[in-house]
Every structure is written in C-alpha cells, then in structure tokens.
C-alpha cells in the first residue's frame, strides 16, 4: 500500500516559486489540487524499476493487472526477489502478460541488482540524478524515461523534467495554448524558468491533462442547449 513520505524538499515553496514566475502555471495550480506524490516506503529500487518496466508504453490500468499478477508470483507476498525472477520460466512471465522484450528486461534487471549496478535504496539516495541515469539505463529496456519516473515518484526528487513524456507534452500544449505538441528541446528550454522545482511543474502539466478530460466529458453529457452556450 502506497504511503506518503516525507519529500526532500518543501512542495509549498516550490509552489510559491513557479506561481511567481510563470503566470500561466499559476493558473493551472490555482485550480488544479494540491501537488502530492504517494510513495511507498517500503519499496526498493529494484521493484520500483520492475514496476515501471511493466507500465512502459501500455494504459495505467493495464499495466497495474499485469503488475498485480507479477506480485502474486512472489513466495513472500511482495514482488519476486530477483533471484525468484532470474529461476522463472519466460512462459510464467509471458502468461501473467509481459512481453517478451520486457521479460527480457525484468531478467536483465534482476540480473545487474545481484551484481550491483542497481544501487540499493540507501546509495541511490545520496547519487545525483544525472549518476542515477547513467547507471540505470545500462540495464536492458530501461531507458531515461524509466529512470525519470524512478527519480520522481521513488526518490522524490525536485528538478526532473521528463521532455519525452507524452503525458507532459500533453499538459504543456493545453496549459500553453500550443497548437502542436512540443519537440522535447522546446520543452527542456521552456522548462528552465521552473527549475529548481520541474518535477512539480511536470506534475501539473499531467493534471492539465486530467483536467482537459473532465471538461470534456462535463461538455459531451450536458444538455444540447447548455453544449450550445459553451461553444459560444
């Protein structure tokens, strides 16, 4: 069960800052909820990565499925340890949904925790973002995407800025009345007046996206009269 944790910096100064400094953001912020990230303590590196390999590329829901069968193949009730993982059978894996690129990856994971290369959560703590990047994507499948994900909703650091999300990419064309979804390098030069606070602009530009859903849903089952107005 996910559990909020104490972040490593104050989410109500960062808050304050970007408000400051970026009309629209402020905005956005003012009608969105309030930034949170639910972290769950107990969770190592090594799972938060296996975790985030399942959800690549595929729906929220979908993936958390998958996820849950993966958990359920673990003897202690939490995910497979990665020596559990390395002894399954691709078919195992394959049947409770993964693909094989990502059992590959989920092997190629388990495999660089037991020799050291996936840092434990103690040393990924005291790595810098930039250290934790350049060690993780050397295991199969995990990309800096995955490791941006890792970085934010793991470890709860401040200044990450996923350029490549689409989610993010979203957000920003709504919040900012874009036409076309940015290119990641508008979106990195843009994202240097939120710094040192990205990570909680980027979740905004997310809730932007929730918030353009439900506008359009509230549209789509009003009357037609009341659709009429809104249109005006």
């Not at 092997?107 to 290369?117: M, S």
């Amino acid at each position: 069960m996910s559990e909020v944790v104490t972040l490593p910096f104050d989410h109500r100064q960062a808050i304050a800052h970007l408000s400051k400094t970026d009309p629209r953001l402020a905005r956005l912020i003012e009608k969105s909820v309030e930034f949170k990230l639910d972290i769950e303590a107990a969770q190592s590196p090594y799972e938060a990565l296996l975790e985030a390999i399942v959800y690549q590329s595929i729906s929220g829901k979908a993936a958390a499925t998958i996820f849950a069968r993966i958990q359920a193949l673990g003897a202690n009730g939490r995910c497979p340890t990665p020596e559990e993982i390395l002894r399954m059978r691709k078919s195992v894996l394959r049947k409770a949904g993964l693909s094989f690129a990502k059992i590959a990856a989920a092997k190629d994971l388990a495999r660089k925790t037991i020799h050291g290369v996936v840092p434990t959560l103690a040393e990924a703590e005291k790595m810098s973002d930039q250290e934790l990047v350049d060690r993780l994507i050397s295991v199969r499948g995990i990309g800096a995407w995955t490791v941006e994900m890792f970085l934010i909703f793991r470890l709860g650091r401040p200044d990450v800025l996923p350029i490549h999300d689409y989610g993010v990419q979203k957000g920003f064309a709504l919040t900012y009345a874009k036409k076309q979804i940015p290119k990641p390098r508008e979106l990195a030069q843009f994202g240097e007046r939120w710094r040192p606070y990205r990570t909680v602009a980027s979740w905004y530009m997310w809730r932007a996206v929730q918030l353009a859903g439900k506008d359009a849903r509230k549209i789509k089952k009003a009357p037609a009269k009341n659709r009429r107005k809104r249109a005006v």
